[in-house]
C-alpha cells in the first residue's frame, strides 16, 4: 500500500508538471506572439523615422536654398551699383549737367535692369 501511495503521489505531481509544462508552452507562445507584434511596430516606426528624417533634410535644404539665392543677387546687386556709381561719376564728371537719375536708367536699361527710383534713394531689383 505505501508504493500504491507513493505511485499515486508521483501521478499527481506529473499530472501537475504537465498542467505547468502546458501553461509555459501556452505563455511561450503568447510571448513570441508579442515579439512578433512588436518587431513589427518596431520596423514600422523605423520607416517612419527616415522618412521624416529625409523630409526634415529636405525642408533644411529647400529653407537654404532662397537664402542662397538672396544674398547671390545681393552680392550681384551690390557689385551693379558699385559699377553704375562710377560710370556715373564718369560720365557726370564729362557732363555736369546730367541728372544722375537719367543717367542711372540709361545705364541699366542696357542692362535689362529695372530701376525704381524714389526720392531719399533708388531701389534695383532684377527682373
Known amino acids: 500500500m505505501v508504493i500504491a501511495g507513493e505511485l499515486e503521489e ?3 505531481q506529473l499530472d501537475a508538471a504537465e498542467r505547468a509544462r502546458k501553461a509555459a508552452e501556452a505563455e511561450l507562445h503568447e510571448t513570441s506572439d508579442r515579439v512578433s507584434e512588436l518587431a513589427a511596430s518596431n520596423n ?3 520607416t517612419s523615422k527616415r522618412k521624416l ?4 533634410q529636405a ?3 529647400s529653407d537654404r536654398q532662397p537664402f542662397k539665392i538672396i544674398r547671390k ?4 546687386i551690390v557689385y551693379n551699383c558699385s559699377r553704375i556709381g562710377t560710370r556715373c ?4 564728371s564729362k557732363d555736369p549737367t546730367i541728372r544722375i537719375t ?3 536708367a540709361v545705364m541699366l536699361r542696357r542692362r535689362s535692369l529695372l530701376v525704381v527710383c524714389s526720392p531719399p534713394a533708388p531701389v534695383l531689383s532684377s527682373l
Open 10 to 12: 508521483l501521478r499527481t
Open 53 to 56: 528624417e529625409i523630409d526634415i
Open 59 to 61: 525642408m533644411q535644404v
Open 44 to 46: 514600422s516606426l523605423v
Open 73 to 76: 543677387c545681393y552680392r550681384t
Open 89 to 92: 561719376r564718369s560720365h557726370i
Open 102 to 104: 537719367t543717367l542711372m
